[in-house]
């Protein structure tokens, strides 16, 4: 049972615009978000995070939205750059659970010039 | 600052031979530890989490073990390995701040394991 959902395997976006990634979960405990960029052959960088009692977390180029109500979670990033090709990851836990994370599948982004 | 090693980078193992892989943090006391796996085209599994020495929590039956047998120190083991033991396996740790507040996972470069 996947309790968190990326549902887009891939995302080209040119370099300069938006890039929208978006997450589903199914777990209405869960109450602590983020996200996490991967390059190849390296371990995941974490991005920025969102507690269940916030609908929006921005830092620098990334903003996190948080619908609770329709258990989905997106990633903006604005602009896009050629180094923001990377594997994105978004992430849940749930205090209840004793805070460990579950992670999406993945999403890979690629910017091109 | 906090910086977390992780060895070896690869390594090549037939099948039925053991592992042994090694992570510690520096710079932070009494973290919690986490093993995850990553296979081929997948997201991340969670093997193995550690709130203490000694402390291991298991969330997959599998064929592989862990131990903390220091603060930051965490291992990865397997006495027998199985072809589906390959995958990238990533330490990672997490100050966790107490009750009612929550801190992100920081991770490790990983090990690329391929069981031949």
């Known amino acids: 049972d996947q309790q968190v959902k990326q549902n887009s395997p891939s995302l080209s976006v040119q370099e300069g615009r938006i890039s929208i990634l978006n997450c589903d979960y199914t777990n209405s405990m869960f109450d602590y978000f983020l996200w996490y960029k991967k390059y190849p052959a390296e371990g995941p960088t974490f991005l920025i995070s969102?507690?269940?009692?916030?609908d929006k977390n921005e830092d620098g180029r990334f903003t996190v939205f948080l619908n609770k109500s329709a258990k989905h979670l997106s990633l903006h990033i604005v602009p896009s750059q050629p180094g923001d090709s990377a594997v994105y990851f978004c992430?849940?836990?749930?205090?209840?659970?004793?805070?460990?994370?579950?992670f999406g599948g993945g999403t890979r982004v690629l910017v091109k010039p | 600052s906090q910086t977390i090693h992780q060895w070896p980078a690869t390594l090549v193992q037939p099948v039925g031979s053991p592992l042994s892989l090694e992570c510690t943090v520096e710079g932070t006391s009494n973290p919690n530890l986490y093993w995850y796996r990553q296979a081929a085209g997948r997201g991340l599994q969670l093997l193995f989490y550690?709130?203490?020495?000694?402390?291991i929590s298991s969330e997959v039956p599998q064929n592989l073990s862990a131990s903390r047998p220091q603060d930051r120190q965490f291992i990865l083991s397997s006495k027998k390995l199985l072809l589906s033991d390959s995958g990238f396996y990533l330490c990672a740790w997490r100050y966790f701040p107490g009750t009612g507040r929550n801190s992100p996972l920081h991770f490790g470069n990983g090990t690329r394991l391929t069981v031949t």
């Open positions: 992430a849940a836990s749930a205090r209840a659970a004793g805070n460990k994370l579950t």
């Open positions: 969102i507690s269940s009692i916030k």
């Open positions: 550690s709130v203490g020495i000694g402390q």
